[in-house]
């Protein structure tokens, strides 16, 4: 009895002797994730996920505490760079693939108050009081702010035109339905 | 065994030729349409843009557009007319959007510009050369609209040593360069010697598949006393690649993602070495070029030299109209392409050949499942593995897709030509192309958003601090105003 | 000589541990989705199992059986395989600090891996002596990862297939290791004992 | 957005029916062959065969929603179930051959997706299934008797040896290769064994006990031929399988005749050459590229001697072949064909510089 609690003592002891040298030696610092994935989101605070601004996004996908689908405006792509940074697996094709959309102003109903031009996080909004404001296409991220500020229902969000620039092939049709 | 392998071509395809619906007609002149549609973007690069107005007169060779940015090229009239609209124009696109366009409306008379003609073309420099190739708007003719001045001056500063010039007219059909090559031999000739001089390339090799016999036998008979070597190439698609052609005439490769300037090689078409000797030698600006009219649905298929903008329709109706109606209607060849959405677009400088082909013709039933028969890997002449690709983008899986190499296809057509399930593979290629590069513009653009973004927060911040400190400094006066008062009223 | 190499032969192929004696079903189900991981996986498993093998045959013949406490056994063992195991965990974090966040939970979860267990108890069963027990893992564990890789290669292939939607996922990845199975009874009667 | 047809707009005559029919007509002489040497039960065999696969692949197909019509006519059933007919002793019960085909259409095919998804080859899989499982029933082989002799039974007495369920007393006798081991594990070496029951004239006509596809390896080499010079299949993995069971056959038997077979007898007898032309050029479970398949059919070849060697079982054809599928992916990984412009790695090629700037 006696021998059977001191070796197993005695082995349990070495072993974790063993073990707490080598995690000093073997240490590691912490690691920078959240940053890095803040890297990745979009950046525009739009708050569409339902946390306050990217960098809470990031902490709660570095918690695991979000899907990795959260971000509209990233869309599939990144989804998938957060699907490989983070070693989830997601099946793309089940991501929406969302149309890139831009937010458009009615001119006959813009009533130039300035409400959209004050709440749009990447200043795509040109405008001044009194005027009628138009959309910078290039900075939109469509989020969606600037609809919701507007008094008069003149903002929308709509597809972004394609261009020759911007065309490419659809993808083939699946040949059969699963 | 390296070196006897690197000669022989690999992979590729033997599509039914179908090149004797037109192989044996002469090149003919298309009388000239009532009005022309010419796009400002008949190249690789920036658009042109145009130097006229609506109701302006124009000469034929007329500037009517410049070329803008390093990669352009100008575009001239090709008729003598009135400039009647500028506007957007079904351009000759797969995807049938509008381009900016000019339309002409010729007067009849097609006169031609006054140009300078030097009187001794190689007595020019040769950055004066390249110069007016540039100013001629010549781009390149075999299909890749790539501006040849362009690739004339790249060429002269890496010291490239090899001018092969691209005979090979491997899409089924297509006659043009065979015909120019059989009847205009002598300047095409002229022209490889001008594009050699330009370069100062050691030597010329023309590279021609042996099923046009003709056409070696006249461009041999032209190239007679001359440096340059007019070789027989065996007939396979794609050897009209010029990578393929460049492999099989001097057995090296051009390195991946690389130009054939890196193993310094130039490689022309011999349409463009024609346009180049006009341009030069003549003074004529690109404004027309050779276009096969065939298919099994066209009464008779021909060989024409068609003016830039004419719609396709005109060139069918000369070619008198179809005998039946047409399955599909197709710019260029019928391996890479694209459908024509309608007749009224307009034969660019790219267009090789319109075609209208029959049900027969075009013989693709419903895709079946994948037997990884890998056919198409022995088709590829890229060497990758098409039905690997295809799978994983299918599964939305790009990223893995570039691992297979989807970056280097050349979307020839060859692996969906041969696969016996009938994929589209191509067709996932170039969607999948599309969707890089989307995702590339789409990244660019969240880059900038994100600095406009962070720009205004950091701007909204320092605002915020200022109406703080300023709200600070007020109260901090109002605070010693009331001071004074206090101070005031007690001393009072 | 040549017995060892039948032995390494054995206890890979003809008596798999995997596909014959179904041990260490887990991590074959769990890390067989990418080959690359599943290389990694198999790596650090044959290191596990080898360590273990050896380890666990000195505490047997030097402190067990001398001690006559035999009865503690599986206690040492699962003692010691931890032990194994959370240094291979500290030596991934280190030098591959993204394959250790791929095997995730796996990792430390080759301590309930029962071919690590299971291995050492067989050497012990079969009273090998040192070296033939060293190998005995070994080969145990080259299997494991043999399977492990080409299982692995099997279920990329299958996530693009277009499975049958209600044989997606493990469904169709345990008739695949059952056909897989099937295959390796083709090596039975290879070795004799 | 118009959906405009993509390039190419040209395609050549080609399908996956035809290709699955010219390998049909590839199998036809040996099949005929086999059916004359082993009368009414092999043909009821291979019928039943047919019609379960064709079942099979009908039900799964409605099952699954998806049109049975399309899966059917594109042949790749009815080679499956072809191709185990060929494999299975031509006199055994009906139930082998109907379970041996379901189990190939259905577990082994339609659960991967159907045709193309599949990781085995169905035919070999059910091979290997139906032969743990059943053992007694998949090594009873009888001696031929061609359906024009005397001793070829009768319409309705084949009907009750495939349809009956009882045992039959027809002459039994051992395959060659079981002969063999049969032997060899009584202790009786190749030397005083083989004598008087290899006759290699025999083998290459297929006058002796086997399997409907082992017994005519001659017209089952011209049926492989065929396919090769209409450029279904290409010679890599056959020729590396016929090598990779002749070269070590032949080096152990130089070394040691009294213990291994001779390179000839090994290619002669059992599935190495059906293996060889139709089981190894399967599409669907061997590798994409040349050099990939040509390990492949090495690795088949190779693995098939080990098995008839070593191994438990007198024929390793289909085992080695299951195992060589699993490796398929991984041959896959690790051999693609270089890149133009690239080399074997990958990586772009060097710009050769030029002479004017050296």
């Known amino acids: 009895m006696l021998i059977a609690v001191f070796s197993l003592t005695t082995l349990g002891l070495v072993l974790g002797l063993l073990l707490g040298y080598a995690s000093r030696r073997l240490a590691v610092e912490g690691n920078a994730l959240v940053e890095e994935i803040q890297a990745i989101l979009p950046g525009s605070q739009c708050g569409q996920c339902g946390f306050p601004g990217c960098a809470g996004a990031a902490q709660a996908l570095a918690d695991g505490n979000a899907p990795i689908t959260l971000c509209p405006p990233g869309g599939r792509e990144v989804v998938s760079a957060l699907s490989a940074k983070l070693g989830i697996e997601v099946n793309l094709a089940d991501v929406a693939e969302t149309m890139p959309m831009t937010a458009e102003v009615r001119e006959e109903l813009c009533i130039g108050c300035t409400r959209c031009y004050k709440v749009c996080p990447t200043d795509a909004i040109m405008g001044a009081a009194k005027h009628i404001h138009a959309v910078f296409r290039e900075a939109c991220t469509a989020c969606g702010k600037c609809v919701e500020a507007c008094p008069t229902e003149a903002l929308a969000l709509h597809p972004a035109p394609i261009t020759l620039q911007s065309w490419y092939w659809h993808k083939p049709e699946e040949r059969m339905a699963a | 065994m390296n070196l006897l392998n690197r000669f022989q071509p690999r992979g590729g395809v033997h599509p039914a030729g179908r090149k004797d619906l037109s192989a044996d007609r002469p090149i003919r002149a298309l009388p000239l349409p009532e009005r022309l549609f010419v796009p400002l973007q008949q190249h690789v690069g920036a658009a042109a843009t145009p130097v006229v107005a609506v109701g302006d007169q124009v000469l034929k060779g007329q500037l009517i557009a410049a070329g803008q940015g390093t990669i352009s090229a100008p575009v001239h009239a090709p008729t003598s007319g009135r400039v009647v609209a500028l506007g957007d124009y079904a351009a000759p696109h797969p995807s049938g959007l509008p381009v900016p366009t000019l339309t002409l409306e010729s007067d009849g008379e097609d006169r031609w510009s006054d140009a300078a003609i030097p009187a001794d073309p190689f007595a020019l420099a040769p950055d004066e050369i390249a110069r007016r190739v540039g100013a001629a708007g010549i781009v390149g003719l075999g299909g890749a609209a790539f501006p040849s001045a362009v690739k004339l001056n790249i060429s002269r500063k890496s010291g490239v040593d090899t001018l092969i010039i691209n005979g090979g007219e491997c899409e089924p059909y297509l006659t043009c360069d065979d015909r120019l090559m059989r009847e205009q031999a002598e300047g095409i000739v002229a022209g490889i010697r001008l594009i050699h001089h330009a370069v100062g390339t050691q030597r010329a090799l023309v590279g021609i598949e042996d099923n046009k016999p003709e056409a070696i036998a006249a461009m041999r008979a032209a190239a007679l006393g001359t440096d340059i070597q007019v070789v027989a190439v065996p007939a396979m698609y794609p050897m009209g690649w010029d990578k393929q052609l460049t492999r099989a005439l001097i057995g090296k490769e051009v390195p991946a993602g690389g130009r054939s300037a890196d193993i310094g090689v130039l490689v022309h078409n011999v349409a463009t070495a024609y346009a180049v000797h006009q341009a030069v030698a003549l003074g004529r600006p690109l404004v027309s070029r050779i276009v096969t009219v065939s298919g099994g649905a066209v009464k008779t298929p021909c060989n024409l030299e068609v003016p830039i903008g004419t719609p396709a329709q005109d060139l069918f109706d000369y070619c008198g109209g179809f005998t039946a109606p047409p399955a599909r209607l197709v710019m260029g060849g019928p391996m890479m392409g694209h459908e024509l959405p309608a007749t009224h677009i307009p034969v660019v400088k790219g267009t090789s050949g319109v075609l209208a082909l029959t049900h027969a013709e075009i013989g693709r039933p419903e895709p079946a499942p994948c037997i990884r028969c890998s056919t198409c890997v022995r088709a590829c002449p890229v060497g990758l593995l098409p039905l690997e690709m295809a799978t994983r983008i299918r599964a939305a899986d790009l990223d893995a897709a570039i691992g297979l190499g989807l970056k280097d296809c050349i979307a020839c057509g060859s692996c969906s030509y041969v696969c016996p399930a009938h994929i589209p593979l191509v067709h996932y290629f170039n969607y999948a192309k599309g969707e890089l590069s989307a995702r590339e513009r789409a990244k660019l653009k969240q880059e900038a958003t994100k600095k406009l973004a962070d720009d205004r927060s950091a701007r909204m911040e320092r605002i915020a601090r200022e109406r703080e400190e300023a709200a600070a400094r007020r109260r901090a006066a109002k605070e010693a105003a009331e001071a004074a008062k206090k101070a005031a009223e007690v001393t009072a | ?193 | 957005m118009s959906q405009l047809a993509h390039s190419p707009h040209a395609h050549a005559p080609v399908s996956v029916g035809k290709v699955m029919a010219t390998v049909m007509l590839a199998l036809v002489p040996a099949t005929v062959f086999g059916f004359w040497l082993y009368g009414w039960p092999a043909i009821f065999l291979w019928t039943v065969c047919v019609a379960a696969a064709l079942l099979g692949e009908a039900a799964t197909m409605q099952l699954q929603g998806r049109p049975a019509r399309p899966a059917l006519l594109d042949g790749s059933a009815l080679l499956t179930a072809w191709l185990l007919a060929l494999s299975l002793p031509p006199w055994a019960p009906w139930w082998i051959g109907a379970i041996g085909s379901l189990f190939a259409v259905v577990v082994t095919k339609q659960v991967f997706g159907g045709l193309g998804q599949n990781v085995f080859n169905p035919a070999m899989a059910a091979r290997v299934m139906l032969l743990i499982s059943f053992p007694v029933e998949m090594t009873l082989w009888t001696a031929p008797a061609p359906i024009t002799g005397l001793h070829a039974p009768g319409f309705a007495e084949a009907w009750r040896i495939t349809f009956g369920g009882g045992a039959w007393d027809a002459m039994t006798s051992a395959s060659l290769l079981g002969h063999v081991k049969t032997e060899f594990t009584r202790g009786v070496d190749l030397l005083s064994s083989l004598p008087g029951y290899y006759v290699p004239h025999d083998s290459v006509w297929g006058q002796r006990a086997g399997s409907l596809g082992e017994t005519s390896a001659l017209l089952l080499l011209f049926g492989g031929l065929y396919l090769i010079a209409r450029r279904i299949v290409t010679w890599h993995a056959p020729v590396a399988m016929l090598l990779g069971v002749a070269v070590p056959a032949l080096i152990a038997n130089t070394l040691a005749p009294a213990h291994y077979l001779g390179p000839l007898p090994h290619l002669l007898s059992g599935g190495i050459v059906l293996g060889a032309f139709f089981i190894a050029t399967d599409p669907v479970t061997s590798p994409n590229t040349a050099t990939g398949q040509f390990i492949f059919g090495l690795g088949c070849g190779l693995l098939t001697w080990i098995i008839r060697t070593w191994g438990g079982y007198p024929e390793g054809v289909a085992f080695a072949v299951m195992l060589m599928n699993a490796t398929t992916p991984m041959i896959d990984l690790y051999v693609k064909p270089r890149i133009y412009g690239r080399n074997r790695k990958g990586q772009s090629l060097p710009a050769a510089p030029s002479k004017k700037e050296a």
């Open chain 3, 1 to 193: 000589m040549s017995q060892y190499l039948l032995l390494l032969l054995s206890t890979a192929l003809v008596n798999n541990v995997v596909l014959v004696k179904f041990l260490g079903l887990c991590p074959f189900m769990g890390i067989s989705k990418k080959v690359d991981t599943a290389i990694s996986m198999g790596l650090a498993t044959t290191f596990v199992m080898t360590m273990a093998s050896a380890s666990c045959w000195m505490l047997e013949h030097w402190l067990l059986a001398p001690l006559g406490i035999e009865y503690l056994r599986i206690l040492v063992y699962i003692l010691v395989i931890a032990a194994v195991v959370q240094f291979t965990e500290m030596v991934v974090r280190k030098t591959n600090p993204s394959l250790y966040q791929v095997l995730g939970i796996y990792l430390p979860l080759i301590t309930t891996n029962c071919a690590v267990l299971g291995i050492p108890l067989l050497t012990t069963q079969e009273h090998l002596p040192f070296v033939a027990g060293l190998l005995y893992g070994f080969g145990s564990a080259v299997g494991f990862s043999l399977v492990l890789a080409l299982f692995a290669g099997l279920r990329e292939r299958l996530a693009l297939a277009q499975v049958p939607s209600v044989f997606v996922g493990a469904p169709v990845g345990f008739i695949t290791a059952s056909l897989l199975a099937l295959a390796f009874m083709g090596f039975a009667g290879l070795v004799s004992h």
